[in-house]
Each structure stands twice: as structure tokens, then as C-alpha cells.
């Protein structure tokens, strides 16, 4: 049986005020990583816990902050509703935010994700994804739900190695398919990625978001469909179960 709430024993607890309940009354069924893009891990603490954001932006916060040398911060409680996701979806939940639990890694979006860093990461996860009987493939990033929008954690981030050990999922090595763009979609789909409503040039930017995600590569982002993308889409939806998408 899941918990009813958990602060963690190794983190600092520093409460933020922008919390709220789940909406959808449930348990947190997802996690989502972000990367800060600021230049230090105290400043995006102090963002994080602000009740009164810079003019134009809105509050927000996080459940879990960790900085470049691994230190963690917790800011939410694991049952409450943190203020990470904002507007974006991923498979059948259209309210990311009732249904995730946030990690933000201090990043300046610019340079590598620092040994100490992922060493924290590694040892958060198993026990967030054992509480709440969260699966790897539930495991995405920022840029994943939100693709018209933001690019976090970004193509320095290393989900290969999340994948190996069993907290992330990543395709198995192989060659191509043919290239089929209706199946390619279908793919996409079934792996969670949602099409922002009234953005232009909807196919090259799902093609972008799952490129950034299972190939690394910005570099690759504007060139067309190819059969490698086929295979790796192909691979990665066959290991999550059909979903209705419900938009909860």
C-alpha cells in the first residue's frame, strides 16, 4: 500500500508554499525530470519557494531539487501537487502536474550532468518508483509532455544510463525500419507523446521531442523522418500497454 505522504530522510526539507492537493484525488503515477537553466542551485531554490515570481512569470515549484555536487532538496511532499509541469500531456494524463512527482537538476541547460549529480538521481528514484508502484517507462522529461515548449532535460542528459539500471527505458541496439510515418505516429502515441493543440508544424515537432529524447541530438532535430527513428519507435512502444487517452 502506498504512503500517505513522504518527506525524504537524506534531503533538506525546505517547504515551498506553491503546493496544492492532486485534483484528480489519486496517487502520483509518473515522474518528470527538468533541468533549472539557472546559474546556481541556490537560485532556483529561492525561484522554487517564491510566493511572489518576477513580473510575468507564475509561482511555481518542485518536488525535489538536486545541485551540481548531489546535494537534495525537498520542497513538496510526495502526496501533494507540486507546480513543475504546466501545460502538456503525456499518454492518457492531460494535468500532469495532479499525477507527477518533479525532480529539477541545477543545469545551466549548457554543460554536462556532473558525476555527483546523477549519483543522487540514481539513489532517489528507486525508492520514489517503488512507493508508488511507478513503472520506468513512466519515467520522462519535461520536454517529453511539453515538446511545443520546453527542451529539458536536454540532449546532455543521459537517460541511457537511468535506463540500464532499470529507471528509465531506452531502445535496444539495432539497424532501421522502413520508414512508415502513419506507424511512426501510431508509435509515438502509444509511447504517451501528446500533440499540443494550435501549434504549427505538428510532425516535426513530435519527430523533434522523441529525437531529443531517445537520440540525443538537437543536431538531427530539422531532418526528415528516417529509418532509424521507425525502429527505435517501433521498439519503445511495444513495451507500454495500450492506453485511452482520457485526458485526465
Sequence with gaps: ????????????????????????GGDPDMVVIHHTAMLTAEAALERLCSPDPPVGLPPV???????????????????????????????DVGEVNSHSIGIELANTALHPYPEP????????LPGILARWSIPPERVIGHSDMAPHRKSDPGPRFDWRRLARIGLAVWPEDGGAAPVDREQFHADLARI???????????DDLMLWAFRLRFRS???????????KDCRIARDIAARYPARDLRGT
Design 1 to 24: 500500500m502506498a504512503p500517505t505522504g513522504f518527506r525524504h530522510p537524506d534531503a533538506c526539507w525546505h517547504p515551498s508554499p506553491n503546493v496544492n492537493h492532486r485534483r484528480h
Design 61 to 91: 515549484s518542485c518536488h525535489y531539487l538536486i545541485s551540481e555536487s548531489g546535494r537534495l532538496w525537498q520542497m513538496v511532499d510526495e502526496i501533494d501537487r507540486g507546480w513543475h509541469a504546466g501545460q502538456g500531456a503525456w499518454g
Design 117 to 124: 549529480q546523477m549519483r543522487t538521481l540514481e539513489a532517489l
Design 192 to 202: 504517451g507523446y501528446r500533440r499540443p493543440e494550435d501549434v504549427d508544424a505538428l
Design 217 to 227: 541530438s538537437l543536431a538531427e532535430a530539422r531532418t526528415p523522418l528516417d529509418g
